[in-house]
Structures are given as structure tokens and as C-alpha cells.
Nanobody, 121 residues
Framework: QVQLVESGGGLVQAGGSLRLSCTAS????????MGWFRQAPGKEREFVAA???????YYIDSVKGRFTISRDTGKNTVYLQMNSLKPEDTAVYYC???????????????WGQGTQVTVSS
């Protein structure tokens, strides 16, 4: 089993920044690929970004140039730096992990509990 715990969400004005963190514990050898997803009210969960063990990254078009995913392998932690935030970025953000071969879109096996990000206009 792998446990994922997110932190760093909050309320920010449009144009502002937030950094989300996700720390993995348990059988972390399985956390070769780490991803971020989000779910806005009334919408389906959406893939946002992923990072492979090699450091390769992948983003959806709507966040390219604004969001950066990174990882600290020694700390089993992945980050999502979010800049130039927009109201449409408002969602619950989830961290997830899966095997290297499933980079970048999954399917993902393990999920965190989510952290709320609210961007006011």
C-alpha cells in the first residue's frame, strides 16, 4: 500500500500563486510516477500534470507555462507550483501515484485525500 498526503491548498486571488505538496509513505518503490488531478464542482476529475522517476513531465494545455510539477525523491514528495492562477483553476486537487509504464495518464492506483484550491476573481 501507498499513502499519499497533500497539503498547501487555500484561497488566493486571481494572478496569485500556491504550491501544493504531496508526501508518499508505505511501499514507495511503487511511486514511480506521481500525478496531480483536480475536480471542480459539478465536473469530472481532470488530469493536470505528471512526473516520472526520470524527471520527465507532462501537462495539460490549460496549465502549461503556469504550473510546474517537481519531485524530491529523497523526501518522497512531489510538488505542484501554481502561478498566474485563474478562477477556473478552482478545484479539489488530488495527488496520485502509479507505475512507470503508465506515465503519464495512468491509470493511477493510489490517491490522496485532496486539498481545496480556491481562486477568487
Amino acid at each position: 500500500q501507498v499513502q499519499l498526503v497533500e497539503s498547501g491548498g487555500g484561497l488566493v486571488q486571481a494572478g496569485g500563486s500556491l504550491r501544493l505538496s504531496c508526501t508518499a509513505s508505505g511501499r514507495t518503490f511503487r511511486t514511480n510516477v506521481m500525478g496531480w488531478f483536480r475536480q471542480a464542482p459539478g465536473k469530472e476529475r481532470e488530469f493536470v500534470a505528471a512526473i516520472a522517476w526520470t524527471g520527465a513531465t507532462y501537462y495539460i494545455d490549460s496549465v502549461k507555462g503556469r504550473f510546474t510539477i517537481s519531485r524530491d525523491t529523497g523526501k518522497n514528495t512531489v510538488y505542484l507550483q501554481m502561478n498566474s492562477l485563474k478562477p477556473e483553476d478552482t478545484a479539489v486537487y488530488y495527488c496520485a501515484s502509479t507505475y512507470e509504464a503508465r506515465f503519464p495518464l495512468g491509470p493511477y492506483d493510489y490517491w490522496g485525500q485532496g486539498t481545496q484550491v480556491t481562486v477568487s476573481s
